[in-house]
């Protein structure tokens, strides 16, 4: 257990299907994060969250659609999907994005596949 | 863009040491560098970070060197449950100190 918890493990979806990945963590932090992960590549980073504010969109298809209700919780709304939005999506939080000495914790990701 | 470079893949006996190296030449003075692993498929882990002075915890050790332009992680006594990739990132202070990811060392330990 992380501490970061990610649901659900496993997706596939079709083109015209309509999905969330949800991320929840209680370890008080107050940013949240979603990264990308394809086959083969490094993570990328996909959106920043500070105090619920979305603070980066690292210039994301508009099919993925963010959402930070509160602190704890972290959303990713997919619509309309590619095959190549196939990839494992990661959660992270961590206490503060503006200082060097925070690190971040991982959950343990979403593997979607897109049919 | 990432600003560390790492050897993409290295082999290492296990119960041996596992030296893990990483270029870091752009460093800013109030950068810090950390290590994390990716076991496959799984969420990366955190292992260890420093600023300038040498840092050990009960998973590795993180030796930087004093101009800083490079450091390496330390696994004293690899097993085989070590082998993943190994990412050394530079904290980038003034965006948002967000975590960027390189292509890491995917490191074998074998029997």
């Known amino acids: 257990e992380t501490g970061v918890t990610q649901t659900p493990r496993h997706l596939v979806m079709g083109m015209t299907n309509k999905k969330s990945l949800k991320c929840e963590q209680h370890l008080g932090h107050n940013a949240m994060y979603w990264y990308k992960q394809s086959a083969k590549k490094p993570l990328e980073l996909m959106f920043v969250y500070s105090l619920e504010e979305r603070v980066e969109n690292n210039s994301v298809p508009s099919r993925f659609s963010p959402e930070c209700p509160n602190s704890s919780h972290l959303f990713l709304h997919l619509h309309t999907l590619q095959p190549e939005d196939s990839a494992l999506y990661l959660c992270?939080?961590?206490?503060?994005?503006?200082?060097?000495?925070?690190?971040?914790?991982f959950g343990s990701g979403t593997r979607l596949t897109v049919v | 863009d990432a600003k560390t470079t790492q050897p993409p893949s290295m082999d290492c006996a296990e119960g041996r040491a596992a030296n893990l190296p990483c270029n870091h030449s752009?460093?800013?003075?109030?950068?810090?560098v950390y290590w994390y692993r990716q076991i496959h498929s799984q969420g990366p882990q955190y292992i260890i970070h420093g600023l300038k002075n040498n840092e050990t915890n009960e998973m590795a050790s993180l030796i930087i060197t004093e101009d800083r332009k490079s450091s390496t992680l330390i696994l004293p006594h690899a097993t085989l449950r070590d082998t993943a990739v190994y990412y050394c990132?530079?904290?980038?202070?003034?965006?948002?100190?967000?975590?960027?990811f390189g292509q890491g060392t995917e490191l074998s330990v074998k029997p």
């Open positions: 990132i530079v904290r980038v202070y003034n965006q948002g100190g967000k975590l960027i």
């Open positions: 992270a939080s961590s206490q503060g994005t503006g200082a060097s000495n925070y690190g971040y914790t």
């Open positions: 752009t460093i800013s003075g109030n950068e810090y």
